[in-house]
């Protein structure tokens, strides 16, 4: 049984998304494992997804024994090309992901129609989509049910940690029952991952990150830390871990719901407020600025802009402490195999290719205000965007 303030958790999630029910976990990845199982997602069967995502987004379809299908992204919103789906269906053809990529919404109308016109089922992979808009409607709210991650770069995070929403009854109670048999975070675990989170909070500011974000890779893969990925799942042995399927512990729970009285608002709103101040300046400094339509309101977990020499900035923004993302540094973000093991073959996605060699990006986060935006901006202008 899921502890109480779990509950709590998952009940408060859901009003404040506005969804019939709610399911919390240890990380995102094993919410998106339990809707694919709920929905009885199995061997031989596909799952349609962006050729440009995290390696943990595809662990689940692995783990499930079912095979990825990658589709080529949209140079400007980086979602799925609506174009380039129905060339990928097939008879096995189970479950279409629609991936929020930066928190920009994937051109969800078109996926809806094809999935219906095939009938295929749409799951939203929103990770990276908490509080984004597409034509008005809140993500989440578009496919049969939608994951969501709590892991540190994420929207919002209690070090790590994972939901799910659904609107669908029958799916609900599947997942509930599923819940029971999650094994529980240990003592240890629990307790390391509090004190990450308290670190977190007192050392992540933009001068930091970069620096933190390399001891922490290190410090996981020596296993001294709780990490947001075991080596196994990085370097694709996909055998699945008794201690995968595991539930969100108490702590998580009680971080998730401080945040839902106010903090997450405000986080969100920051996110919009970043966005507007991005496109402001890079318009000002004749710099290719974020040129997604109207209709999608993103609440950006990064601003993604392309460089000429993405190397190159990386490596000047960590000498000189500015924040600078890297998502994604391969089309599996994150992924230690061959993109093999994981179905991808090399030159299957080009423009997500072309994007991993030349996109980096600017800072979001409640943390990063506008004279660190600046700082990143003024990098980017001396590299230049790509000829
Ligand atoms: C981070 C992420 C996940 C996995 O979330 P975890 O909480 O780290 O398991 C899945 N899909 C996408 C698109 C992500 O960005």
Redesign the pocket.
Known sequence: MPHKIVKKFETSFAEWMGVASAFAFW??????YAILKALGVGEDDEVILPGY??V??VNPIKVIGAKPVYVDIDPVTYGMDPDKIEGKITKRTKVIFA???YGIPPEMDTILDIANRHGITVVE?A??GLGSKYKGRAAGSFGIAA?Y???W??TWTAG???LVSTNDKDLARKIEAMTEDLCQPSFSEATLLSIQRFVHRAIIYPATTAMITNTYRWLVRKNVLVG??TTAETEGRLEIDPHFFKAMSKGQAKSGLRQLRGALDRNLAHRRQMRAFYDQLLAERGYPKLEIPDYMDPAM?RYPVRVADKAKILEMANQKGVELGEWFDQPL?QCHAPLSVYDYQDGCCPEAERAVREVVNLPTHPRAHEKHGLKAVNLLCEIGPPK
């Open positions: 990380k995102g990845r094993v919410g998106i995502t995290c943990t987004a991936q929020f990529t992979d990770c990276q994951g991650s709590m892991q770069t994420k790590i940690g994972g947001s990925s977990v973000h």
